[in-house]
């Protein structure tokens, strides 16, 4: 069985920065694409960055030049760096990991339960 651990939420000053962590354990063949998403109340669940196996990276634009995600695939972790936080920034973070287990023909997608964070102004 997979999980998915995140960590490192909390609550900053708007200027401020974050790390999240996301460990992922378990019957693991393979990790492909990791992701973090975010949901704010009365909002949608948003793409914040995904990063591919082979570093690839992209963000979502109300975050580049703020945010870094980066990877351990020893670790099987993934990072998500934040920095010059802002109030709208505030929001329940979620890991996503698509992930290959023994007897499995593809990757599927797997979630966290999400750590909070939360900015003030």
């Known amino acids: 069985q997979v999980q998915l651990v995140e960590s490192g939420g909390g609550l900053v000053q708007a200027g401020g920065s974050l790390r999240l962590s996301c460990a992922a354990s378990?019957?693991?063949?393979?990790?492909?694409?990791m992701g973090w998403y975010r949901q704010a109340p009365g909002k949608q669940r948003e793409l914040v960055a995904r990063?591919?196996?082979?570093?690839?990276?992209n963000y979502t634009d109300s975050v580049k030049g703020r945010f870094t995600i980066s990877r351990d695939n020893a670790k099987r972790t993934v990072y998500l760096q934040m920095n010059s936080l802002k109030p709208e920034d505030t929001a329940v973070y979620y890991c996503?990991?698509?992930?290959?287990?023994?007897?499995?023909?593809?990757?599927?997608?797997?979630w966290g339960k999400g750590t909070l964070v939360t900015v003030s102004s």
């Open positions: 378990g019957s693991i063949i393979t990790i492909n694409v």
């Open positions: 990063i591919t196996g082979g570093g690839t990276t």
């Open positions: 996503n990991a698509n992930i290959l287990t023994p007897f499995a023909v593809r990757g599927m997608d797997y």
